[in-house]
């Protein structure tokens, strides 16, 4: 009896720089593992069992999406060569777009750009490699949210770089009282920095606020600075932390009508002390 052939994945990419500064924003660590959906690509990476970083980049970011065979495996990558490559066959200045392919395991991921301008044609394949198990997921799956707070990136950013740069920890606060949320942290030369929002503020930063009660969260400085880049590209951020203490931070990015198909998402594990 003869094997069913295994459909390859193809997609032609319709933006790259968006994707591009999407990777930028998690290339914290070498390697990103690629999943391949129904509804887009993710690229996952994680450190030190902490903290891990989702590029989400759904199918209408693409001019064409082909998700291939249901069963085709996850892979790894060096981030650092997807993302020279993808600024090579992409240089400023020139059409954002690009091929995709991948014929499943063992195979390489091939990107190809076409210029008919110039007759030409660039190809880069980039090597797979087996998935690291990540262990992240025991600590970061099944849990319930407990407070969830959706608001303008322009005012986390600002929150966030109020606080000095030595400081170690830094403190979320939900309350059902006024002010609703405070983060704050305290420097290394006893400096603290706050950032409050009061529910009867004439700005409005907060999109949406949902508080189950009282709670205090604490998490690296370290950690949550890894956000930076995924932040300066974000219109929205959605806030969330589970009953266990986990924060996640979804980033919405891009500034174009396909602002729904790109996300960023970082969870970060609580301090434990």
């Known amino acids: 009896m003869s094997q069913i052939q295994q459909q390859p994945f193809s997609a032609q990419l319709k933006a790259v720089k968006l994707l591009i500064g999407m990777l930028k924003a998690v290339q914290f660590k070498q390697i990103a593992t690629c999943h391949i959906h129904e509804e887009g690509l993710t690229f996952t990476v994680s450190e030190n069992q902490c903290i891990k970083a989702v ?3 759904k199918s209408v970011m693409f001019e064409r999406y082909h998700p291939g065979s249901d069963n085709i495996p996850p892979f790894d990558l060096h981030m650092g060569t997807l993302v020279d490559c993808l600024g090579i066959l992409c240089p400023s200045g020139t059409l954002d777009e690009c091929r995709i392919r991948y014929n499943g395991a063992g195979s390489p991921l091939e990107l190809t750009r076409e210029d008919g301008s110039m007759r030409l044609t660039n190809i880069c394949k980039l ?3 087996d998935v690291e198990p990540d262990q992240l997921d025991v600590f970061m799956n099944d849990a319930e949210n407990e407070q969830t707070v959706i608001m303008k990136a322009s005012w986390l950013q600002d929150a966030l770089g109020d606080l000095d740069s030595t400081c170690e920890k830094v403190t979320i606060v939900f309350s059902d009282q006024d002010p609703c949320f405070q983060l704050f942290g305290t ?3 006893g400096t603290n920095s706050m950032t ?11 999109i949406a606020f949902e508080c189950s009660g009282e709670g205090t969260y604490r998490y690296l400085y370290s950690h949550i600075s890894r956000c930076s880049k995924a932040l300066d590209q974000a219109s929205d951020v959605s806030l969330n932390i589970s009953t266990e203490g986990v924060l996640s931070l979804l980033f919405k990015v891009g500034h174009n009508a396909n602002d729904d198909a790109a996300y960023v998402e970082f969870t970060i594990i609580p301090c434990t002390e």
């Open 196 to 206: 409050e929002y009061h529910e009867d503020s004439s700005a409005e930063p907060f």
């Open 55 to 57: 590029v989400y980049a």
């Open 187 to 189: 420097g290394a030369n």
């Open 127 to 129: 090597k797979t490699l």
